[in-house]
C-alpha cells in the first residue's frame, strides 16, 4: 500500500482532478503533440516563447492521473523559464524516474510528488510524455512519441 | 455441473497458486492469454525430452514419432472445431498470421479493383490492418458496417453496405473489448447470398463455447491456440477445402513444395503443407493438441456454466459501484466485463489493481474504432475463464470500490 500512496499522492490526484494551464492557445508559437502508441494517451503542448522564455504552457489531450498530473505541474512549472532551463528540468525529472536512486534535487520543487512513479516500471512513459512532447514544441517537431528517448 | 470441483481444475494450473504484490493472484486478463493447465505444459516438455525430432523428413524412429504427434494435433484441433477434415487445418503463429495470410491470398486470388471488403466497427486492428493492406494492393476498398450501442453487428446497417461488390465479409464471432457475441450464422449466410466469402475471428469464441465451423458454414476460421490454454506461438486458420486450394501460396521454403529445380521450377504441396514453410512450431501444435483435449475433457456444457454463473455474480456487483459504466452490457456475452469509471483512466484502475494482485487488461484492447464509437480513450477490462472464482469476482469488486474512494 505504501507504494501506492506514493504514486498516488495527494498533489497527483489534486492535478489529475484540477489540472493547470488545461487549454488550447492559439497565440503559441509552437506545440507539438505525443503520444503514446501502447495505450493511446494523447497530450498536446502549446508553448508562447518570448525571445528565449517560455511565456506561457499549455496542455490538452486524454490520459491517466500520473500523465496529467505530470503535464500540469509541468505547465506550472517551466512557465517563465527560459528554453534551456526547461530542457534541463525535463532532464531532471527524467533522472528523478529512471537514474539511480536518490533524493530528488531541490530544483524540481513540487515534481518530486512524481518521483514515486519509479516503482511502477510500466507507468514511467505515462509520466515522461509531456516532457517529450515540451522537448519536441521546443525543437520544431510536431509530434512525440513515449517510444522515442527513454 | 455434477461433477464441477473447481479446486481440482484450479490445481492443474500451476501460476494460479502464486501471489503477486504479496497477494495471492487473482488472474483475469484471460481475454488476453490464458493460463496453461499441467497436462499442456507437459505435453511440450515430453516432446522436448522424448520425441524431439524434425517432422516430414527423417526417416529415423524420432522423426515419425514428432511426425505422428504433430498429425495428431491437426486431427483433434480439426474435431475440436468441427471441420470436416485435418486436411483443413493450417498451423499458423497464431490469429493474426492466419488473417495476414488469407488477406495476402485473397488480394492475389480474388479481390479486384472496386471490390469491397466488409468488416465491421468491433474488430481487432488484427481483423483490420491485414484487409486494408489486401485493399491497397488489390485497388479493392474496406466498407465498415455500424455496430449498435449494445456492442452487436447492426445487422440492418450491415444488410445495407452488402452488395455486389462486397467480395469479403470479415467479422469477429465474439468480441475481445466487450464480449459481446455476434449472429455469425445468419451474418455468414447473408454474406454468402451476395456472394462474398467470410473468414470469422474466433479468438474469444474458441475459449468459451463449442464452435463448430461446419454449422456456421464459414469459409475461414482463426483463432490461437495460446487463448484456449495452449502455448503461445501456435494458431490455427481453418479453411473450406477448396478455398486452401485457391488460395496461392504465403511464405515459401522448405517442407512445403513439391519439387524444387532452377530449370523446371517449382511446385508446391497441397494445403495444409502449402502454407506450413519450414520447420513448423511441432511443441506448440502438440501443446495445443493438449490444450483441446483438456477443454474437450472439462467439457463446454460445464465451462458456460460456471463463466455464466461467474458473470451473473461479478456484474450486478459491478454496476453498484458509483460511476461505473460496463460497455456491452448484454446478457448473451463471453464472460469479459469492459469498463470505465467517472474521472478515472483505465490505467489508473489497471495499476492499482495490480498492487492487489488483479490481473485486468486497461488501455484500447487494440480496438481503436471501436473505442472511438463510444467516444473512450480505452476501457478496464476483466476477463473471466471457467477456473475463476466469485472470491476472486469479490476481490475485483473490493479494489475497484478501494479505487473509487482514493480518487474521490
Redesign the interface.
Same mark, same amino acid.
Given at each position: 500500500m505504501s507504494e501506492l500512496a506514493d504514486l498516488y499522492q495527494e498533489i497527483i490526484l489534486d492535478h489529475n482532478k484540477r489540472p493547470r494551464n488545461y487549454r488550447e492557445m492559439p497565440e503559441c508559437t509552437c506545440s507539438a503533440e505525443g503520444n503514446n502508441p501502447l495505450c493511446g494517451d494523447e497530450v498536446k503542448v502549446s508553448v508562447r516563447l518570448d525571445n528565449d522564455t517560455l511565456s506561457d504552457v499549455a496542455f490538452q489531450g486524454q490520459g491517466c492521473a500520473i500523465s496529467r498530473a505530470s503535464a500540469s505541474m509541468m505547465t506550472g512549472k517551466t512557465k517563465g523559464r527560459t528554453a534551456s532551463e526547461a530542457r534541463a528540468l525535463s532532464g531532471q525529472v527524467r533522472d528523478m524516474l529512471l537514474g539511480p536512486e536518490a533524493a530528488p534535487p531541490p530544483e524540481v520543487g513540487d515534481l518530486a510528488a512524481l518521483s514515486g512513479v519509479r516503482k511502477f516500471p510500466a507507468r514511467i512513459k505515462c509520466a515522461m510524455l509531456p516532457w517529450h512532447t515540451l522537448e519536441a514544441a521546443l525543437a520544431g517537431q510536431a509530434t512525440a512519441t513515449s517510444e522515442s528517448g527513454d | 455441473m455434477a461433477n464441477w470441483d473447481l479446486q481440482a481444475l484450479r490445481s492443474d494450473f500451476p501460476i494460479l497458486g502464486s501471489s503477486v504484490n504479496g497477494r495471492p493472484l487473482v488472474y483475469l486478463d484471460n481475454a488476453a492469454t490464458s493460463q496453461k493447465p499441467s497436462q499442456v505444459l507437459e505435453a511440450v516438455d515430453r516432446y522436448y525430452r522424448e520425441q524431439n525430432g524434425n517432422i516430414h523428413r527423417g526417416v529415423h524412429y524420432l522423426s515419425q514419432v514428432a511426425t505422428d504427434a504433430y498429425d495428431r494435433a491437426r486431427e483433434k484441433v480439426a474435431r475440436f472445431i468441427g471441420a470436416p477434415s485435418p486436411r483443413d487445418i493450417v498451423f499458423v503463429r497464431g490469429a493474426t498470421e492466419g488473417i495476414n495470410l488469407v488477406a495476402h491470398g485473397l488480394a492475389k486470388c480474388w479481390l479486384k479493383a472496386g471490390d469491397e471488403i466488409l468488416l465491421t466497427r468491433m474488430e481487432h486492428h488484427a481483423n483490420i490492418v491485414p484487409w486494408q493492406q489486401a485493399a491497397e494492393q488489390s485497388g479493392a476498398r474496406v466498407v465498415v458496417a455500424d455496430i449498435t450501442p449494445s456492442g452487436e453487428i447492426d445487422l440492418e446497417d450491415f444488410t445495407r453496405k452488402l452488395g455486389p461488390l462486397t467480395k469479403v465479409v470479415s467479422f469477429v464471432h465474439a468480441s475481445n473489448a466487450l464480449g459481446t457475441i455476434n449472429p455469425a450464422r445468419e451474418v455468414i449466410r447473408l454474406a454468402h447470398e451476395a456472394g462474398a466469402v467470410v473468414l470469422l475471428d474466433g479468438c474469444q469464441s474458441a475459449p468459451h463455447f463449442r464452435v463448430d465451423v461446419s454449422v456456421l458454414d464459414c469459409d475461414f476460421f482463426v483463432f490461437s491456440g495460446h487463448k484456449v490454454c495452449g502455448p503461445t506461438g501456435i494458431g490455427v486458420l481453418y479453411g473450406k477445402k477448396e478455398w486452401l486450394e485457391r488460395l496461392p501460396v504465403y511464405q515459401t521454403g522448405g517442407d512445403m513444395i513439391g519439387r524444387v529445380s532452377f530449370e523446371q521450377g517449382t511446385t508446391f504441396r497441397e494445403a495444409p503443407e502449402k502454407f506450413e514453410a519450414g520447420t513448423p512450431d511441432i511443441a506448440g501444435a502438440i501443446g495445443l493438441g493438449a490444450a483441446v483435449d483438456y477443454l474437450d475433457a472439462t467439457g463446454f456444457d460445464a465451462i458456460e456454466q460456471a463463466e455464466q454463473k461467474l458473470r451473473d455474480h461479478v456484474a450486478p456487483r459491478l454496476r453498484e459501484i458509483p460511476g461505473l459504466k460496463i460497455y456491452g452490457d448484454v446478457e448473451a456475452k463471453v464472460p469479459v466485463l469492459s469498463f470505465t469509471m467517472d *474521472? #478515472? /483512466? @483505465? /490505467?489508473?484502475i489497471g495499476? #492499482?489493481l495490480d498492487?492487489d494482485g488483479i490481473a485486468v487488461r486497461?488501455? /484500447?484492447h487494440c480496438a481503436?474504432p471501436l473505442?472511438k464509437f463510444y467516444g473512450i @480513450? *480505452?476501457t478496464a477490462r476483466a476477463s473471466f475463464a471457467f477456473y475463476n472464482t466469485t472470491e476472486e469476482a469479490d476481490a475485483l469488486v473490493a479494489s475497484l470500490r478501494k479505487i473509487s474512494k #482514493?480518487?474521490a
Open positions: - | *474521472g #478515472i /483512466h @483505465p /490505467h489508473d495499476t #492499482i498492487t486497461a488501455g /484500447h481503436q473505442m @480513450p *480505452g #482514493i480518487f
